[in-house]
Each structure stands twice: as structure tokens, then as C-alpha cells.
């Protein structure tokens, strides 16, 4: 027999359904329907992975989501590798591939596990102590190599080949958790014809009563009442069941995130998406996320075999695995009983009960002494024997004495049952301490949520159900505006049910204060009772700094079987009440979501798009090597046969001032002010004076910030009284949009003005050069080219090749230039008309960098270049360009801040180096005596340096403090291979006339 | 996510087509020309940041584009009541109660 741990008739699986799968490469075979746990341990297998620090020999503690130690990797292919997945949740298919993790060179054999030797330490809190010296080798030394010793699974090296869905869902009432509580309250609720959703984390619906053998409701088995009941809610229309659905976070306004796992069980995922995020808005929610079994704290409590006495009967009951021949029980309450009476009834030993309490009596307690099996009260388990795998319970009574050793090869632990209020606390609401039941139970809501049956310390069956059965039915009524006291003709006839009330908290006997055993409090970070008590001697009073301290419940497991315990032996420590002490707050996700659930679509183009113009394809086809700006691609430069970077821009910049050049400033920002009172709005928003600008012509704007720093800058031309066409940097576009708006919509509402973004709407082409206006003169109809029809700064509507433009005499070269707007779907028809034209005088179309360059040798800033958001009109010599008649624009009384007026303000100068070959780099300090100690004084910087072509020599500019009297003084430019002299002139270098501007 | 309400489009819209725009009735001078640096820098530096009730503009942007403003707790991160652009500061203890 391939799987000599599973029980012949036992469980729900079918014998006949085998499934085969590896772990650790070696073959193993489960059956459809198992976990992965479930199958490991039919086939007798519970060392499934090391501890994150001391690298201790660990098994399955649970059979759910709340699994600590067996997290393992799940490999498909190469690229589809997940770390740390709960083999207790992993659903089994044909072909899955399981490693174990943080071991070496094998799982049975681990160098790390020296670690466990080394644990004095190791404990809580040491990286803060014992590697801080030497300072330098904490990064080098001490970091790494902890990094590797310590740890979790390996992440994936490469990007994650899969598919996340989304979906936004809303509905009345929002259900969490699928058992028997859920069940009801979704049942109550949808029969009042509201949107229901119900989820659950696991593969069907029926939470606890998968296992509860004890259960009976309506004359049915527990598991098969859960079965009926979904049925029932499938039929629905009005009802969304969602199964392997984990709500993970609980966010504002009822807003629940929930991932639903879609193909991670499946053989062959096909096209499916992995996982499908959903985002569910929740008029009510009801939370019925049951209770964790919490595991005793004692010496060794982390051998392999030693798991909770629900997950033991779990194993049991749905998959028909004995997780053990000869089984003990540990125990302080009654819960743990009915799993050792269902194994004995199955056929397994029980060695014996070790029940913490001296008296245990009831029902369960009965049945247990009468099938036969040891009950040892007032006892309690001071250890284990075995290392790989437990051997060995050593009974002590709880008071002191003899020890008595029992050979066992598993060991049921239950301190009993904490409510899972996770969510609830997520949703903001205050828990409150139930001193009778030791338990934190929901107190006080924040939304309009409300939590049933276990998570709500609601302990009998027939108890949950009336309180669910009442719950949904009210809540689905408050979304319809009706008040119901809840119950009416639901009640259920609950036949029989199981008590899992009681247990205890902190360390158990023989692991007190007093002791140095290894007592595992959170198994997933390796703390120990005596790392909390050792955390609270170190100054540690508050629960939060404890859990920072020994990071007892962080990280994926949120706590989930290690809070209590945590916090019990913390209060016992510092001698308080434990609702004194607090509890931590829990972080969403309740258990981890992948990366790739949270992105979803937003990958690639779909997160970052990319924006390309009118004109791209030609550019493309003429070999124009691309720069990103922005999201936008933008010709760069236009390498012929032979040419490097350096070669074509030399080449575009001489050819265009020799002839002309066609440029592609599509990307240009371009906004329409229209109205009756555009004028006045365009006087508030930028510096310059437009009221007297006559139709027809441009005028260079600056816009400023309410501080008085240049914000945007552009050529703006006005159409008509009531109408401007605004550009904008490329960069600035939206933002600008925005800014205008909010003038307009807040503090200037009262001017009658409509604001519309026309960047996407016309493609821009810039013909520049002596040649230009012979270029387009034939291709331009109604539109008079003539110097003195048509002088620099001024704006046309005509048409051009049969197509609407709006036709700008402008340059942004000191060149002769025009730029031609035209509907950018007719853009590259539009440009390759010109291009042709272009071709008879030798034009050339140039790209970013000869732009640039052009722009450099007239001395015209670019905004975000030469500018930093600290730079003033008069700084950068734009003075000129500031209305001084005005009494109101956007930053009027910022420019008369002291500051803004200071002397001294680093201001826009040109640079020249002495050496003209040298080209100095953009960023580069600039200070007056090169021979100064370091640190230096720097008194500005190198803002923007090119070569150029046209001047033979290198060319910059720069901001320099009080820059404006320097001219002529000779600076320095430190760099590593030397100083570099600059002198200080004019940043204008070419045409300094500025005659070629006019033809 | 929080759900906010637009008071121009008069409905509960998901935070994703908003964008917070600073703190509300900041009142920029008609004569801002004129006013004294001290007068500047609490209209243009100085903000409440209280813990608690704020006043807030938000801007519809991925919808009508209006700007309005919010009264919203920053503990709780609830909204008391949103009110369009140039309305007066809603009174905060009628919103409490």
C-alpha cells in the first residue's frame, strides 16, 4: 500500500481517484482532494521544513490557513515558482511539485541547524545587539549572511508569466466565512431577495462541520446539512458563492478585498487566470470567520507529529488520514477529546490524555474513559522525545513529581479556541476582553458590520445558528430600509453539537519563568515563551514593542495561534491584567497575497502607456533613434548610413540654419482659453500683459506659482478677442490644465471663461530655417507668407495641403520658423507633403537634440532645465516678460519676497570655457577658487552644455550667484580629472542680433 | 478605498477618480499685491494640519473635473460632508451630532 496512513473507509475522498506528486523530488502518491498535508501525511511523512532562525526540524502544526511551519515551494515550470505556500491549504494535483525550504544541503540533514545550538545568541532582539560593532561590517559581513542563514522561501528570479483578473463587486450583505454561521446568515439573508455574496478560503463550504462528526442539524450530519444549505444558496439568483476566496483586507466604508485562488489547484491552468482579485463594496457585512485552535506552549513544542487536535481530526474526517499509530493528546479543554475518540473509533491507538485540568468531566470526557483510552487529569507534557519526529510524550503531574515517559508518534495539542477577530479589527472596531472566557471578543463596530458564531465567542452550535440565522436576516433588511428583530421562521433543530468552550493561555507547566526550555510561542518567527519574557526584563512594557521586540505574531502570520499565548505571558511577566496589557493590532492580509493579485492588469503598457504622435511611423521609417519623454517617444536624432549620435546632430544643427529643418513638437502641451473674459483670465494666469495683444499675434507667457518661482513657460497665441491657443512644456501639459482649472473654478469664478486640453487634437510641425517659408509657401493656401503680412509672433488659420491649420510664425531656433497645427489625424500626411518640399532645398528633419542644441545657441530656457522650481523670471532674464503695469497675476506678490529680492540669487548666465573644445557636464558645480580646500564653496551650476556645430566651439549655461555682475569673470568648474575655467558672458551665443529671426 | 460624494454629480463615487488639492478656505486676497509678508505667508505657507476635522478640496478629476470641498476626520478618515467650491465652512458640531 502506497499511502499507509490512510484509513480504509474513513474521509470523503474516492480510494479510486490517485493523484501522484513529488516533494523534495521524490515520488509520492494522494488521492484528488487532498492537500498537500493531507497527502504528505497519508504517506507518513511530517518533516516538511526548517524554523526561520534556528532551523529546527518542523511538521504540520494545523490544517488550515493558520499553518506556521509547513510552507513549502510549488513549482510548475522555470518561471512559475511560489514561495512559502501553506501545504495545508496547496490543493492537490497530478504532477505538483513540492520542495521544502530554508535548508541545507537537505531537509533531514540542515548546517543551518546549528543556529539551534547557537540560540543563546540568537534570541529575541539580537540583531539589534550583538552586530552592531563593527558599524561596517553590519552591511558587508553581518547583514548577508544573516540574511542567508535566516529566511523564509526563495523569491522567483524571473517575472511571473501569469494572468491576474479583476472585479469590482457590489452587493447588500457580504458574508465572510462559509461554515455554519455563514452558511445561516447568507441563507437568512438572501431569502429576503438581497444581493448576497459568501466566501470562503477553502474548496467547499462547511468550515468546522467538514470535521465536527458530533453535529447534527435538522436530522442531518453536519457536513451534509453544510452541503444542502449551499446547494440551496447556488440556486439563487440573487447569491454569489465564492469558494477558495480569502477575504484579506477589511478597508474603509465596508470595502473588502478578497482574492479568489482560480487555477493554482488545477493540473493545467489552461488560459484561466491565476487568481482573480475582487473589490467588493458591502452595504452590510457579516463576519463569520470562526476561532483558531490555539496549541500548548511547552518544551520542544515544535517536533514534527506535535500538531492541534482539530487538525488531527480534520486529516481524519474529510481526508481519512491518521496522523499517527500511537497518538497522545495534550489538552486543556474538551475540544481535543472528539478528536481522540474519532481516531480511536477509526482504529488508531491513543496512548493516552493529558489534560491539563484536574477535574475534566461531560459528555466527551465520558465517551473518551469509555471507549477506553487513558484520561491523565491534573497532568501535564514536559516534553517530547525524538528530533525528526516526535517519539515520546514525558507526563509530569502539573504540580511537580514523577516524570513518566509515553512512546507516541504524534502528539494532539489544544489550549483551546481563539476567535478569529482579524477582520473585525481591520474594520477599525475595538475588541474587548471577556475575563470569564479569556478571550477578546468584537466590542465596539466601526461600520456597519456584524460578527457571528465562534469569532463572535459564540460557543454552541444551536447558539450560532439562531444568532446567524437573526444576523443576515437583519442585516439584509437594514439595506432595505426595515427593521426586523431576525429570526422569524428560521430557527433550526440542532440534534446534537459539540462544546468548545474553555482551555488556557500562556506557558504551560514546566515551561515557566523559571525555565530555559524552548517553549514555541509563534513558530513562524521562532519566538519563545522566554524570548517574551526576556523582551519585557529588556524595558519591553508595551505589548506593540514586545511584538516589534521578538516580532512575535508579524510578518504572514498575523498572530494567528501565537497572539494570545504572546500576550498572556507578557502580562504575566510585567504582573498585569492582560487587558491591561492590549492586544496588537492586526495588519491586513490576513494571509499573504501575491504581487501579482494586487498589480493585476496594470503591468506593461497597461500601467504605463506609451504615447506616440501623428507623425511616429515616418520618423520611424527615416531611422530616428527615440528618447522617452515622459510616456512620450520623441525623435531623438536621425542617424544617415555612417553617422554616430554626435555626427547627426552636428549635421541636423548646420543644415538648419543653412536651409531648414522639419521638427516633430506634437508633444507640446496645447490649450484653448475661450470666452468673453479669456483675456483677463490669461492676465491673472501668466505675467505678461494680453489684454492689448491683437488678434493674430503671439506673445511669449510665463507662468508663474504663488511663490513667485516660473512654473510653465510657452508661446501663446490669441485667435481672436475671445479665443487663445495656449502650448505648454511638454512635461507641464497636465499639470498646467490643472492649475488653470483650479484658478478658474476657485478663485476666479467669476470670469466667463471655458478651458479645453487640444494637445492629442493637432499635430504639430515646426519648419525652421531661411528656407522655411519658400517650403510650405506652395502647399499653404489663404494665409499670406510675406514678412510684413505675417511677422514673427503671429498666428494664421488658413489651410495647408487642402487640410485646416493653424499656422504659427514662430522659432524656437532664432531661425526664420514656422509651426504648422493641423489635425493630427492628417499630421503625417501633412508632414510628409512638407518633407517633400523640403527635400528641393536640402532640408533635413532633426530631433530632440538638435532642438536642443538650436534652442542653447540663442540662449532660450527650458523650463525644468534651466529652471528648478526656484528660479524667478528676473533670475533666469525674463524680466522683460513680466506685465509691470499689472496689479493681479499668480505669483505677483510672491516676487516680492524678501527673499526674491535679495541680491545674491543664483541667476542664468552663459558659460564659455577658455578651452573651446571642452564640453562641460550639465550639473556640474561651479566655484570661484578652484584651489579652495574640500569642501568647497559652490556658488551654482552647469544647467545645460552641449557642443555646437554652429559656433565651433562648446556652449552652457548655468545659474550663478549674483550672475548678472559676474560678466566676464572668470569661474571654475571642479570635475576629477581637473578644474575646468569658464568665463561668464552672455547667454546668447549665436545671431546675437537676433536678425535672422525676421527673414 | 473611501467613497466620496460629489456635490456636483451628487453621488457616492470611488476614491480612484479623485484628487486631494490641499487644505479649503485658504481665500487668496483680491489685493494680494498689496498684503504685508506676514499676511503671504499664512496664505501661502501656513496650513492647520490638525488631527481631527479638516477642511479639504478634492477635484473630480476622473469625472466632472470640478474642484469642491470635504470635511472629513483624519482619525477616522470620514467623510462629514462634502459642499461645493465657495459654499461656506459647514458648521462641525451639527455634523458630529
Redesign the interface.
Known amino acids: 500500500m502506497t499511502q499507509p496512513f490512510r484509513i480504509p473507509g474513513a474521509g470523503r475522498l474516492t480510494p479510486a481517484k490517485t493523484v501522484r506528486f513529488t516533494f523534495d523530488g521524490k515520488a509520492y502518491t494522494g488521492l484528488e482532494g487532498d492537500t498537500l498535508a493531507s497527502a504528505l501525511l497519508a504517506n507518513g511523512v511530517h518533516l516538511v521544513g526548517r524554523s526561520f532562525k534556528y532551523h529546527r526540524p518542523r511538521g504540520f502544526l494545523s490544517a488550515g490557513a493558520e499553518e506556521p511551519n509547513a510552507l513549502v515551494e510549488i513549482s510548475r515550470d522555470a518561471t512559475r515558482k511560489t514561495p512559502n505556500v501553506r501545504a495545508t491549504v496547496q490543493e492537490l494535483y497530478d504532477g505538483l511539485a513540492a520542495r521544502s525550504q530554508n535548508r541545507w544541503p537537505s531537509l533531514g540533514f540542515d548546517v543551518g541547524a546549528i543556529n539551534n545550538l547557537l540560540s543563546p545568541f540568537l534570541s529575541a532582539g539580537f540583531y539589534y545587539k550583538t552586530f552592531m560593532w563593527p558599524k561596517a561590517a553590519w552591511k558587508r559581513l553581518y547583514e548577508p549572511n544573516i540574511r542567508a542563514a535566516a529566511g523564509l522561501g526563495v523569491a522567483p528570479g524571473e517575472a511571473d508569466p501569469d494572468h491576474y483578473a479583476a472585479r469590482f463587486a457590489h452587493c447588500d450583505v457580504l458574508v465572510v466565512g462559509g461554515g455554519a454561521a455563514g452558511l445561516a446568515a447568507a441563507l437568512a439573508a438572501a431569502e429576503t431577495g438581497v444581493r448576497v455574496i459568501l466566501c470562503d478560503e477553502q474548496l467547499e463550504f462547511g468550515g468546522a462541520l467538514r470535521y465536527e462528526s458530533g453535529a447534527r442539524i435538522d436530522g442531518l450530519g453536519g457536513f451534509d446539512w453544510a452541503r444542502q444549505a449551499t446547494g440551496k444558496l447556488a440556486a439563487m439568483d440573487n447569491v454569489r458563492l465564492l469558494t477558495r476566496t480569502t477575504a484579506f483586507g477589511y478597508y474603509a466604508q465596508n470595502f473588502v478585498g478578497l482574492t479568489e485562488r482560480v487555477t493554482d489547484h488545477l493540473a493545467t491552468p489552461g488560459t484561466a487566470p491565476r487568481e482573480r482579485l475582487w473589490q467588493v463594496r458591502a452595504a452590510r457585512v457579516v463576519l463569520a470567520t470562526g476561532a483558531i485552535e490555539r496549541h500548548m506552549v511547552f518544551a520542544d513544542n515544535d517536533r514534527p507529529g506535535v500538531m492541534l487536535a482539530s487538525a488531527a481530526r480534520a486529516f481524519l474526517n474529510q481526508y481519512g488520514v491518521a496522523v499517527g499509530r500511537t497518538i497522545g493528546v495534550y489538552t486543556a479543554n474538551d475540544s481535543a477529546y472528539a478528536a481522540a475518540i474519532d481516531l480511536k473509533k477509526a482504529g488508531v491507538d491513543i496512548a493516552a490524555i493529558v489534560d491539563l485540568r484536574d477535574d475534566p468531566s461531560g459528555p466527551l470526557v465520558e465517551q473518551a474513559r469509555s471507549l477506553g483510552i487513558e484520561v491523565n487529569p491534573g497532568r501535564a507534557v514536559v516534553g517530547v522525545g525524538g528530533r525528526n519526529r516526535v517519539s515520546s510524550m514525558i507526563v509530569q503531574p502539573k504540580g511537580g513529581g514523577g516524570k513518566r515517559t509515553i512512546p507516541v508518534d504524534a502528539l494532539l495539542v489544544s489550549a483551546g479556541w481563539t476567535p478569529s477577530v482579524h477582520l473585525f479589527s481591520q474594520s477599525r472596531g475595538k475588541v474587548a476582553f471577556d475575563a470569564e472566557s479569556q478571550r477578546f471578543l468584537p466590542g465596539q463596530y466601526a461600520q456597519d458590520c456584524v460578527s457571528v458564531g465562534a469569532c463572535n465567542g459564540t460557543d454552541g452550535l444551536a447558539e450560532t445558528l439562531n444568532e446567524a440565522f437573526a444576523a443576515g436576516e437583519v442585516a439584509a433588511k437594514a439595506t432595505l430600509g426595515e427593521t426586523s428583530a431576525g429570526g422569524g421562521g428560521n430557527a433550526r433543530k440542532v440534534d446534537a453539537s459539540e462544546d468548545w468552550a474553555g482551555g488556557m493561555l500562556g506557558s504551560a507547566p514546566g515551561a515557566g519563568a523559571d525555565t530555559t526550555v524552548k517553549a514555541f510561542v509563534d513558530f513562524q518567527n521562532d519566538v519563545t515563551a522566554k524570548d517574551i519574557r526576556q523582551a519585557v526584563r529588556e524595558g519591553m512594557r508595551s505589548i506593540e514593542h514586545v511584538k516589534r521586540f521578538t516580532t512575535n505574531g508579524m510578518a504572514t502570520d498575523q498572530g494567528k495561534t501565537s497572539n494570545m499565548h504572546g500576550l498572556a505571558i507578557a502580562a504575566e511577566t510585567l504582573g498585569k491584567e492582560i487587558p491591561e496589557v492590549g492586544l496588537t493590532t492586526f495588519r491586513a492580509p490576513y494571509t499573504p497575497v501575491t504581487f501579482g493579485a494586487i498589480v493585476n492588469h496594470a503591468r506593461h503598457e497597461l500601467f504605463d502607456p506609451t504615447r506616440r504622435t501623428a507623425m511616429h511611423s515616418w520618423a520611424e521609417a527615416h531611422g530616428a533613434v527615440f528618447e522617452d519623454v515622459g510616456q512620450w517617444k520623441r525623435a531623438w536624432y536621425f542617424p544617415r548610413p555612417g553617422e554616430d549620435m554626435h555626427a547627426a546632430v552636428n549635421r541636423e544643427c548646420v543644415t538648419v540654419r543653412r536651409s531648414a529643418g522639419l521638427f516633430d513638437a506634437s508633444t507640446l502641451g496645447k490649450i484653448e482659453v475661450v470666452g468673453p473674459d479669456a483675456a483677463a483670465f490669461m492676465e491673472l494666469l501668466y505675467t505678461n500683459p494680453w489684454q492689448k495683444l491683437e488678434p493674430g499675434r503671439c506673445r511669449y507667457g510665463i507662468m508663474l506659482r504663488e511663490d513667485g518661482f516660473i512654473y510653465d513657460d510657452g508661446v501663446v497665441g490669441r485667435l481672436s478677442a475671445d479665443r487663445f491657443h495656449v502650448t505648454t512644456t511638454t512635461g507641464g501639459a497636465a499639470r498646467v490644465m490643472n492649475h488653470m482649472e483650479d484658478y478658474l473654478q476657485t478663485e476666479f469664478p467669476h470670469l466667463n471663461v471655458w478651458l479645453t486640453s487640444i494637445s492629442e487634437q493637432w499635430a504639430v510641425i515646426a519648419v525652421q530655417g531661411p528656407k522655411s517659408r519658400d517650403i510650405l509657401a506652395p502647399l499653404v493656401e489663404g494665409i499670406d507668407l510675406s514678412d510684413a503680412a505675417m511677422p514673427h509672433m503671429s498666428v494664421r488659420e488658413g489651410s495647408i495641403c487642402g487640410v485646416p491649420t493653424r499656422l504659427f510664425r514662430m522659432s524656437f531656433t532664432g531661425e526664420r520658423g514656422f509651426e504648422v497645427n493641423v489635425p493630427a489625424d492628417y499630421g503625417q500626411a501633412v508632414w510628409e507633403a512638407i518633407w517633400a518640399e523640403g527635400e528641393k532645398y536640402g532640408a533635413c528633419a532633426y530631433g530632440t537634440e538638435a532642438m536642443h542644441v538650436l534652442r542653447a545657441e540663442k540662449g532660450y530656457i527650458i523650463v525644468g532645465q534651466d529652471t528648478d522650481g526656484t528660479v524667478t523670471p528676473n533670475d533666469a532674464g525674463l524680466d522683460w516678460a513680466v506685465g509691470k503695469k499689472k496689479t493681479d497675476f499668480v505669483g505677483i506678490r510672491g516676487l516680492k519676497r524678501p527673499d526674491l529680492l535679495a541680491s545674491g540669487r543664483k541667476q542664468l548666465v552663459g558659460l564659455k570655457t577658455v578651452d573651446p573644445k571642452v564640453v562641460l557636464e550639465e550639473g556640474a558645480q561651479i566655484v570661484q577658487d578652484p584651489n579652495q580646500p574640500i569642501p568647497m564653496t559652490m556658488i551654482g551650476h552647469v544647467t545645460s552644455s552641449y557642443w555646437s556645430e554652429n559656433c565651433g566651439r562648446s556652449i552652457a549655461m548655468g545659474v550663478v550667484a549674483g550672475g548678472h555682475g559676474r560678466l566676464g569673470e572668470t569661474l571654475h568648474v571642479p570635475m576629477p580629472d581637473g578644474s575646468i575655467a569658464v568665463e561668464i558672458g552672455s547667454a546668447v551665443f549665436f545671431d546675437e542680433m537676433g536678425e535672422r529671426l525676421h527673414g | ?3 466620496i460624494r460629489c456635490p456636483y454629480c451628487e453621488e457616492e463615487r470611488p476614491e480612484l477618480e479623485f484628487r486631494h ?1 490641499g487644505e479649503a478656505h485658504v481665500a ?1 486676497s ?1 489685493e ?2 498689496d ?1 504685508s ?1 506676514e499676511a ?1 505667508e499664512q496664505f ?1 505657507f501656513i496650513r492647520s494640519n490638525p488631527k481631527g476635522i479638516v477642511f479639504e ?1 478634492w ?1 473630480h ?1 476622473n469625472g466632472c ?3 469642491f470641498n470635504a470635511a472629513r476626520d483624519t482619525v ?3 467623510f462629514l460632508t462634502t459642499y461645493k ?2 459654499e461656506p465652512k459647514p458648521d462641525v458640531a451639527g455634523l458630529l451630532k
Request: hydrophobic share 50%; aromatic share 14%; net charge positive.
Open positions: 478605498m473611501l467613497l488639492a487668496r483680491s494680494i499685491s498684503i509678508d503671504f501661502f478640496r477635484r478629476l473635473a470640478r474642484f477616522s478618515d470620514r467650491a465657495g
